[in-house]
Protein backbone atom coordinates (compact mmCIF):
# COMPACT_ATOMS: atom_id res chain seq x y z
CA UNK A 1 0.00 0.00 0.00
CA UNK A 2 1.62 3.54 -0.65
CA UNK A 3 2.26 5.63 2.19
CA UNK A 4 0.72 9.39 1.60
CA UNK A 5 2.63 10.57 5.17
CA UNK A 6 6.08 9.98 3.29
CA UNK A 7 8.50 12.67 4.34
CA UNK A 8 9.43 15.15 1.98
CA UNK A 9 12.94 14.54 0.45
CA UNK A 10 15.27 17.73 1.02
CA UNK A 11 15.48 18.02 -2.67
CA UNK A 12 11.88 17.79 -3.13
CA UNK A 13 11.46 20.78 -0.39
CA UNK A 14 14.06 22.78 -2.81
CA UNK A 15 11.88 22.31 -5.96
CA UNK A 16 9.22 23.13 -4.55
CA UNK A 17 10.42 26.79 -2.94
CA UNK A 18 12.40 27.14 -6.03
CA UNK A 19 9.05 26.73 -8.33
CA UNK A 20 7.52 29.07 -5.80
CA UNK A 21 10.15 31.58 -6.14
CA UNK A 22 9.76 31.46 -10.05
CA UNK A 23 6.40 31.97 -10.12
CA UNK A 24 6.63 34.99 -7.84
CA UNK A 25 9.21 36.44 -10.31
CA UNK A 26 6.57 35.98 -13.14
CA UNK A 27 4.23 37.93 -10.96
CA UNK A 28 5.96 40.36 -10.08
CA UNK A 29 7.28 41.02 -13.76
CA UNK A 30 3.99 41.02 -15.13
CA UNK A 31 2.69 43.59 -11.87
CA UNK A 32 5.34 45.86 -12.92
CA UNK A 33 4.55 46.06 -16.41
CA UNK A 34 0.92 46.75 -15.57
CA UNK A 35 1.90 49.54 -13.40
CA UNK A 36 3.70 50.92 -15.91
CA UNK A 37 7.06 50.76 -13.91
CA UNK A 38 10.40 50.40 -15.92
CA UNK A 39 12.58 47.86 -14.22
CA UNK A 40 15.08 44.86 -15.91
CA UNK A 41 12.53 42.07 -14.48
CA UNK A 42 10.15 43.01 -16.46
CA UNK A 43 12.33 43.57 -19.81
CA UNK A 44 13.89 40.19 -19.31
CA UNK A 45 10.30 38.63 -19.14
CA UNK A 46 9.69 40.07 -21.97
CA UNK A 47 12.54 39.86 -24.13
CA UNK A 48 13.44 36.34 -23.32
CA UNK A 49 10.36 34.79 -22.65
CA UNK A 50 6.90 36.83 -23.66
CA UNK A 51 7.99 38.32 -27.03
CA UNK A 52 9.37 34.69 -28.38
CA UNK A 53 6.17 33.39 -27.49
CA UNK A 54 3.92 36.31 -29.11
CA UNK A 55 6.47 36.06 -32.79
CA UNK A 56 6.12 31.87 -32.27
CA UNK A 57 2.23 32.42 -32.48
CA UNK A 58 2.06 34.54 -35.46
CA UNK A 59 5.81 32.97 -36.92
CA UNK A 60 8.44 30.72 -36.29
CA UNK A 61 10.40 32.97 -34.03
CA UNK A 62 12.74 30.19 -32.63
CA UNK A 63 14.20 30.20 -28.93
CA UNK A 64 16.98 31.76 -27.61
CA UNK A 65 19.29 30.81 -24.72
CA UNK A 66 17.97 31.64 -21.92
CA UNK A 67 14.08 30.88 -22.20
CA UNK A 68 15.59 26.85 -23.71
CA UNK A 69 17.73 26.67 -20.39
CA UNK A 70 14.67 28.24 -18.12
CA UNK A 71 12.54 25.86 -19.88
CA UNK A 72 14.45 22.96 -18.88
CA UNK A 73 15.53 23.99 -15.14
CA UNK A 74 11.68 24.35 -14.49
CA UNK A 75 10.91 21.22 -16.33
CA UNK A 76 13.20 19.51 -14.09
CA UNK A 77 11.41 21.16 -11.11
CA UNK A 78 8.19 20.54 -12.00
CA UNK A 79 9.14 16.60 -12.01
CA UNK A 80 10.45 16.75 -8.70
CA UNK A 81 8.03 18.47 -6.92
CA UNK A 82 4.78 16.87 -8.72
CA UNK A 83 6.15 13.72 -7.63
CA UNK A 84 6.33 14.33 -4.38
CA UNK A 85 2.54 15.87 -4.69
CA UNK A 86 1.16 12.87 -6.56
CA UNK A 87 2.78 10.72 -3.77
CA UNK A 88 1.01 12.79 -0.91
CA UNK A 89 -2.36 11.77 -2.83
CA UNK A 90 -1.86 7.86 -3.15
CA UNK A 91 -1.45 8.69 -6.74
CA UNK A 92 -0.49 5.28 -9.03
CA UNK A 93 2.78 5.28 -9.78
CA UNK A 94 2.63 1.86 -11.88
CA UNK A 95 2.80 2.18 -15.54
CA UNK A 96 -0.51 2.17 -15.99
CA UNK A 97 -0.38 5.99 -14.93
CA UNK A 98 1.86 6.47 -18.28
CA UNK A 99 -0.85 4.89 -20.62
CA UNK A 100 -3.18 6.87 -18.95
CA UNK A 101 -1.15 10.64 -19.61
CA UNK A 102 -0.19 9.00 -23.35
CA UNK A 103 -3.32 10.67 -25.28
CA UNK A 104 -2.15 13.80 -23.57
CA UNK A 105 1.09 13.47 -25.82
CA UNK A 106 -0.76 13.53 -28.79
CA UNK A 107 -2.96 16.35 -27.50
CA UNK A 108 -0.27 18.72 -27.31
CA UNK A 109 1.26 17.70 -30.47
CA UNK A 110 -1.88 17.67 -32.74
CA UNK A 111 -3.08 21.18 -31.34
CA UNK A 112 0.46 22.47 -32.02
CA UNK A 113 0.41 21.40 -35.31
CA UNK A 114 -3.53 22.99 -35.42
CA UNK A 115 -1.67 26.61 -34.38
CA UNK A 116 1.01 25.86 -36.95
CA UNK A 117 -2.00 25.63 -39.85
CA UNK A 118 -2.93 29.19 -38.29
CA UNK A 119 -6.18 27.98 -37.45
CA UNK A 120 -6.79 29.26 -33.86
CA UNK A 121 -7.99 32.49 -33.56
CA UNK A 122 -5.27 35.63 -32.47
CA UNK A 123 -6.37 35.62 -28.79
CA UNK A 124 -5.87 31.22 -28.33
CA UNK A 125 -2.96 30.80 -30.68
CA UNK A 126 -0.42 32.03 -28.24
CA UNK A 127 -1.57 29.37 -25.66
CA UNK A 128 -1.26 26.51 -28.45
CA UNK A 129 2.99 27.25 -28.19
CA UNK A 130 5.43 26.31 -25.76
CA UNK A 131 5.44 26.75 -22.79
CA UNK A 132 1.55 27.50 -22.77
CA UNK A 133 0.88 24.15 -24.31
CA UNK A 134 2.17 22.29 -21.68
CA UNK A 135 0.39 24.02 -19.28
CA UNK A 136 -3.16 23.99 -20.90
CA UNK A 137 -2.30 19.98 -21.06
CA UNK A 138 -1.61 20.05 -17.44
CA UNK A 139 -5.24 21.81 -16.83
CA UNK A 140 -7.37 19.13 -18.67
CA UNK A 141 -5.10 16.72 -17.01
CA UNK A 142 -5.33 17.69 -13.35
CA UNK A 143 -9.12 18.69 -14.08
CA UNK A 144 -9.95 15.29 -15.52
CA UNK A 145 -8.04 13.56 -12.62
CA UNK A 146 -9.46 15.47 -9.76
CA UNK A 147 -12.94 14.47 -10.97
CA UNK A 148 -12.03 10.86 -11.40
CA UNK A 149 -9.59 11.11 -7.66
CA UNK A 150 -12.96 12.56 -6.16
CA UNK A 151 -15.20 9.73 -7.63
CA UNK A 152 -12.68 6.92 -6.59
CA UNK A 153 -12.93 8.39 -3.01
CA UNK A 154 -16.74 8.94 -2.78
CA UNK A 155 -18.74 6.67 -1.19
CA UNK A 156 -21.93 6.00 -4.11
CA UNK A 157 -21.95 2.40 -5.38
CA UNK A 158 -20.15 1.13 -8.16
CA UNK A 159 -22.80 1.09 -11.17
CA UNK A 160 -23.00 4.81 -10.02
CA UNK A 161 -19.73 5.78 -10.01
CA UNK A 162 -19.24 4.89 -13.53
CA UNK A 163 -22.06 6.22 -14.69
CA UNK A 164 -20.73 9.34 -13.60
CA UNK A 165 -17.54 8.92 -14.82
CA UNK A 166 -18.83 8.60 -17.99
CA UNK A 167 -20.97 11.07 -17.84
CA UNK A 168 -18.28 13.51 -16.20
CA UNK A 169 -15.64 12.49 -19.28
CA UNK A 170 -17.78 13.50 -22.05
CA UNK A 171 -19.21 16.88 -20.89
CA UNK A 172 -14.96 17.68 -20.64
CA UNK A 173 -14.76 16.06 -24.10
CA UNK A 174 -17.51 18.16 -25.40
CA UNK A 175 -15.82 21.94 -23.08
CA UNK A 176 -12.75 21.16 -25.15
CA UNK A 177 -14.77 20.82 -28.61
CA UNK A 178 -16.77 24.20 -27.64
CA UNK A 179 -14.15 25.76 -26.44
CA UNK A 180 -11.41 25.18 -28.98
CA UNK A 181 -14.14 24.79 -32.41
CA UNK A 182 -15.41 28.28 -31.67
CA UNK A 183 -12.11 29.77 -31.95
CA UNK A 184 -10.95 27.67 -34.96
CA UNK A 185 -14.61 27.90 -36.37
CA UNK A 186 -14.11 31.76 -36.33
CA UNK A 187 -10.59 31.86 -37.95
CA UNK A 188 -11.03 29.61 -40.87
CA UNK A 189 -12.51 30.35 -43.74
CA UNK A 190 -15.80 29.20 -45.38
CA UNK A 191 -13.54 26.93 -47.72
CA UNK A 192 -12.36 24.55 -44.65
CA UNK A 193 -15.21 22.38 -43.75
CA UNK A 194 -15.09 21.06 -39.87
CA UNK A 195 -17.37 18.78 -40.41
CA UNK A 196 -14.21 16.05 -39.70
CA UNK A 197 -13.84 18.30 -36.26
CA UNK A 198 -17.46 17.60 -35.13
CA UNK A 199 -16.91 13.61 -36.36
CA UNK A 200 -13.66 13.52 -33.59
CA UNK A 201 -15.58 15.22 -31.17
CA UNK A 202 -18.75 12.79 -31.08
CA UNK A 203 -16.26 9.91 -31.46
CA UNK A 204 -14.62 10.92 -28.65
CA UNK A 205 -18.17 10.74 -26.93
CA UNK A 206 -18.81 7.66 -27.78
CA UNK A 207 -15.81 6.35 -26.70
CA UNK A 208 -15.95 8.09 -23.15
CA UNK A 209 -19.46 6.54 -22.84
CA UNK A 210 -18.46 2.47 -23.93
CA UNK A 211 -14.87 2.65 -22.08
CA UNK A 212 -16.07 0.79 -18.95
CA UNK A 213 -13.81 -2.28 -20.15
CA UNK A 214 -10.86 0.36 -19.24
CA UNK A 215 -11.66 -0.22 -15.92
CA UNK A 216 -9.59 -3.61 -15.91
CA UNK A 217 -6.66 -1.74 -16.78
CA UNK A 218 -7.07 1.42 -15.05
CA UNK A 219 -7.98 3.07 -11.96
CA UNK A 220 -11.09 5.72 -11.84
CA UNK A 221 -8.37 8.57 -11.95
CA UNK A 222 -6.61 6.84 -14.71
CA UNK A 223 -9.30 5.92 -16.54
CA UNK A 224 -10.83 9.46 -16.95
CA UNK A 225 -7.58 11.37 -17.63
CA UNK A 226 -6.65 8.52 -20.30
CA UNK A 227 -10.82 8.90 -21.76
CA UNK A 228 -10.76 12.68 -22.02
CA UNK A 229 -7.25 13.09 -23.61
CA UNK A 230 -8.58 10.46 -26.02
CA UNK A 231 -11.69 12.53 -26.80
CA UNK A 232 -9.51 16.09 -27.00
CA UNK A 233 -6.54 14.19 -29.35
CA UNK A 234 -9.80 13.44 -31.58
CA UNK A 235 -11.40 16.96 -31.87
CA UNK A 236 -7.25 17.85 -32.57
CA UNK A 237 -7.33 15.11 -35.22
CA UNK A 238 -10.25 16.30 -36.84
CA UNK A 239 -9.46 19.77 -37.23
CA UNK A 240 -6.14 18.47 -38.91
CA UNK A 241 -8.18 16.17 -40.78
CA UNK A 242 -10.49 19.33 -41.99
CA UNK A 243 -7.34 21.43 -42.79
CA UNK A 244 -5.82 18.45 -45.22
CA UNK A 245 -9.08 18.21 -46.86
CA UNK A 246 -9.29 21.49 -48.10
CA UNK A 247 -5.45 21.94 -49.64
CA UNK A 248 -4.43 17.86 -49.58
CA UNK A 249 -0.91 17.37 -49.15
CA UNK A 250 1.56 15.97 -51.32
CA UNK A 251 1.69 12.19 -52.33
CA UNK A 252 5.91 12.98 -51.56
CA UNK A 253 5.04 14.13 -48.12
CA UNK A 254 3.22 10.62 -46.78
CA UNK A 255 6.27 8.51 -46.72
CA UNK A 256 7.64 10.24 -44.06
CA UNK A 257 4.94 9.98 -41.84
CA UNK A 258 5.35 5.60 -42.52
CA UNK A 259 8.65 5.97 -41.52
CA UNK A 260 8.94 8.47 -38.28
CA UNK A 261 5.61 6.88 -36.90
CA UNK A 262 6.65 2.90 -38.13
CA UNK A 263 10.15 2.56 -37.14
CA UNK A 264 9.45 3.63 -33.10
CA UNK A 265 5.96 1.05 -33.33
CA UNK A 266 8.81 -1.16 -33.93
CA UNK A 267 10.78 -0.26 -31.76
CA UNK A 268 8.26 -0.35 -29.13
CA UNK A 269 6.75 -4.15 -30.26
CA UNK A 270 10.50 -5.45 -30.25
CA UNK A 271 11.22 -4.52 -26.78
CA UNK A 272 8.05 -4.94 -25.74
CA UNK A 273 7.92 -8.84 -26.92
CA UNK A 274 11.78 -8.97 -25.98
CA UNK A 275 11.10 -8.43 -22.14
CA UNK A 276 7.34 -9.30 -21.66
CA UNK A 277 8.08 -12.71 -19.95
CA UNK A 278 10.73 -11.19 -17.68
CA UNK A 279 7.82 -8.81 -16.48
CA UNK A 280 5.03 -10.96 -16.32
CA UNK A 281 8.31 -13.83 -14.01
CA UNK A 282 8.47 -10.99 -11.51
CA UNK A 283 4.75 -9.91 -11.17
CA UNK A 284 4.00 -13.41 -10.15
CA UNK A 285 5.98 -12.91 -7.60
CA UNK A 286 5.12 -9.78 -6.75
CA UNK A 287 8.55 -7.97 -7.79
CA UNK A 288 9.28 -4.81 -10.38
CA UNK A 289 12.51 -4.38 -12.09
CA UNK A 290 13.84 -1.21 -10.93
CA UNK A 291 11.44 -1.16 -7.53
CA UNK A 292 13.16 -1.90 -4.47
CA UNK A 293 11.11 -3.76 -2.06
CA UNK A 294 9.40 -1.12 0.83
CA UNK A 295 12.11 0.36 3.29
CA UNK A 296 15.10 -0.69 1.23
CA UNK A 297 17.25 2.23 -0.24
CA UNK A 298 19.45 1.17 -2.97
CA UNK A 299 23.10 1.16 -1.16
CA UNK A 300 21.39 -1.71 1.02
CA UNK A 301 19.95 -3.65 -2.07
CA UNK A 302 23.72 -3.21 -3.83
CA UNK A 303 25.55 -4.39 -0.60
CA UNK A 304 22.81 -7.36 0.58
CA UNK A 305 22.24 -10.65 -0.56
CA UNK A 306 18.70 -11.56 -0.08
CA UNK A 307 16.49 -14.48 -2.28
CA UNK A 308 14.15 -11.03 -4.48
CA UNK A 309 17.71 -10.26 -5.56
CA UNK A 310 18.21 -13.27 -7.08
CA UNK A 311 14.89 -13.50 -9.01
CA UNK A 312 15.61 -9.74 -10.17
CA UNK A 313 18.79 -9.12 -11.64
CA UNK A 314 18.66 -12.29 -14.24
CA UNK A 315 15.69 -10.73 -15.68
CA UNK A 316 16.25 -7.04 -15.54
CA UNK A 317 17.75 -6.12 -18.72
CA UNK A 318 14.80 -7.67 -20.34
CA UNK A 319 12.40 -6.68 -17.99
CA UNK A 320 13.15 -2.86 -18.03
CA UNK A 321 12.80 -3.24 -21.47
CA UNK A 322 9.42 -3.82 -21.47
CA UNK A 323 8.36 -1.67 -18.80
CA UNK A 324 5.43 0.90 -21.12
CA UNK A 325 7.91 3.83 -19.05
CA UNK A 326 10.85 2.94 -20.76
CA UNK A 327 10.00 1.80 -24.10
CA UNK A 328 8.03 4.76 -24.74
CA UNK A 329 10.84 7.01 -23.87
CA UNK A 330 13.08 5.14 -26.17
CA UNK A 331 10.89 5.53 -28.91
CA UNK A 332 9.84 9.23 -28.60
CA UNK A 333 13.72 10.05 -29.09
CA UNK A 334 13.95 8.06 -32.40
CA UNK A 335 10.72 9.53 -33.55
CA UNK A 336 11.94 13.14 -32.57
CA UNK A 337 15.24 11.67 -34.39
CA UNK A 338 13.83 10.56 -37.54
CA UNK A 339 11.31 13.60 -37.95
CA UNK A 340 14.01 16.39 -37.65
CA UNK A 341 16.42 14.34 -39.93
CA UNK A 342 13.72 13.74 -42.54
CA UNK A 343 12.06 17.13 -42.35
CA UNK A 344 15.34 19.25 -42.78
CA UNK A 345 17.17 17.18 -45.00
CA UNK A 346 14.30 15.44 -46.88
CA UNK A 347 12.49 19.12 -47.55
CA UNK A 348 14.17 21.89 -48.49
CA UNK A 349 12.55 25.40 -46.55
CA UNK A 350 12.20 23.38 -43.43
CA UNK A 351 15.14 23.93 -40.07
CA UNK A 352 14.97 23.81 -36.35
CA UNK A 353 13.90 26.37 -33.83
CA UNK A 354 16.05 24.73 -31.00
CA UNK A 355 19.32 26.49 -29.19
CA UNK A 356 21.11 23.17 -28.25
CA UNK A 357 19.62 21.06 -32.01
CA UNK A 358 21.14 23.74 -33.83
CA UNK A 359 24.33 23.68 -31.92
CA UNK A 360 24.11 20.21 -32.70
CA UNK A 361 23.28 19.98 -36.45
CA UNK A 362 26.17 22.83 -36.82
CA UNK A 363 28.29 20.69 -36.29
CA UNK A 364 26.83 17.86 -38.52
CA UNK A 365 27.58 20.85 -40.88
CA UNK A 366 31.33 20.97 -39.78
CA UNK A 367 31.93 17.26 -40.37
CA UNK A 368 30.41 17.36 -43.87
CA UNK A 369 32.41 19.76 -45.26
CA UNK A 370 35.99 18.23 -43.67
CA UNK A 371 34.80 14.88 -44.77
CA UNK A 372 33.61 16.36 -47.98
CA UNK A 373 29.67 14.81 -47.35
CA UNK A 374 27.66 16.31 -49.96
CA UNK A 375 24.51 13.36 -50.25
CA UNK A 376 20.96 14.58 -50.22
CA UNK A 377 20.47 13.31 -46.72
CA UNK A 378 23.06 14.29 -45.12
CA UNK A 379 24.60 17.61 -46.01
CA UNK A 380 22.37 19.84 -43.68
CA UNK A 381 24.10 18.06 -41.24
CA UNK A 382 20.94 16.70 -38.92
CA UNK A 383 22.42 13.22 -39.01
CA UNK A 384 24.04 14.21 -36.32
CA UNK A 385 21.31 15.17 -34.77
CA UNK A 386 19.66 12.02 -35.70
CA UNK A 387 22.62 10.02 -33.93
CA UNK A 388 22.47 12.14 -30.80
CA UNK A 389 19.16 11.48 -30.55
CA UNK A 390 19.41 7.79 -31.24
CA UNK A 391 22.19 7.46 -28.23
CA UNK A 392 20.15 9.18 -25.88
CA UNK A 393 16.94 6.15 -26.46
CA UNK A 394 20.05 4.13 -25.65
CA UNK A 395 21.01 5.95 -22.59
CA UNK A 396 17.48 6.48 -21.12
CA UNK A 397 17.30 2.40 -21.33
CA UNK A 398 20.30 2.37 -19.51
CA UNK A 399 19.55 4.93 -16.89
CA UNK A 400 16.72 3.08 -15.98
CA UNK A 401 18.12 -0.55 -16.00
CA UNK A 402 21.15 0.85 -13.98
CA UNK A 403 19.01 2.63 -11.21
CA UNK A 404 16.76 1.60 -8.24
CA UNK A 405 14.17 3.69 -7.25
CA UNK A 406 13.09 3.88 -3.70
CA UNK A 407 9.21 3.06 -3.33
CA UNK A 408 8.38 6.90 -1.86
CA UNK A 409 10.43 7.30 -5.05
CA UNK A 410 8.24 5.74 -7.67
CA UNK A 411 6.35 8.86 -8.75
CA UNK A 412 9.76 10.63 -9.69
CA UNK A 413 10.45 7.50 -11.72
CA UNK A 414 6.85 8.24 -13.42
CA UNK A 415 7.74 11.96 -14.16
CA UNK A 416 10.89 11.20 -15.57
CA UNK A 417 9.92 9.15 -18.63
CA UNK A 418 6.85 11.17 -18.91
CA UNK A 419 9.34 14.18 -19.11
CA UNK A 420 11.28 12.66 -21.83
CA UNK A 421 8.12 11.67 -23.22
CA UNK A 422 6.93 15.34 -23.75
CA UNK A 423 10.95 16.06 -24.70
CA UNK A 424 10.90 13.36 -27.57
CA UNK A 425 7.39 11.96 -28.66
CA UNK A 426 5.82 15.47 -28.75
CA UNK A 427 8.01 17.39 -30.75
CA UNK A 428 8.57 14.29 -33.04
CA UNK A 429 4.73 14.10 -33.81
CA UNK A 430 4.67 17.79 -34.04
CA UNK A 431 7.30 17.85 -36.71
CA UNK A 432 6.05 14.86 -39.16
CA UNK A 433 2.80 16.74 -38.67
CA UNK A 434 3.94 19.81 -39.92
CA UNK A 435 5.87 18.04 -42.83
CA UNK A 436 2.57 16.05 -43.91
CA UNK A 437 0.51 19.15 -43.84
CA UNK A 438 3.22 21.80 -45.17
CA UNK A 439 2.75 24.14 -42.30
Known amino acids: MLNPLDE ?39 EYFVDPIRGES ?25 S ?30 VEDAEMFGSRLAPYF ?4 IHFQAAFWVIIAGALGFSLQRSDRD ?26 ISGKVGSEIDLW ?22 FSDVQRMVYVVGVGGSLIFFGALASFSLSDPPGTDRLWPLVVVIGVPTLVCYWMHSNGREAVAELSSQGLVAGILPPGMTDEEYRESQ ?18 PLVYLAVAGQVMDGLATWIGIDGFPGLGEKHVVSQRVIDAGVWVNEKLGITHGLLDEGVWLFAIVKFGLAGLIYYV ?10 QHLRLLIGVAMLVVGMAPGLRDVGRLTLGV
Open 158 to 183: EEDKQHSLEALASILIILQFVFYGWS
Open 129 to 132: VSPG
Open 8 to 46: LHVYERWAINALISVLLLILLGLGLDWAEVKNPLTDSLF
Open 84 to 113: AWLRGLGIDPSDASVLALLPFITWAAFGEV
Open 306 to 323: FPEKEIIEPLRARAIMAQ
Open 196 to 217: PMVLGAALGVVFSLNSRSLGAA
Open 400 to 409: FYSLNFERRE
Open 58 to 82: TGDSGYNPVNTATYAIVLGLFVVAL
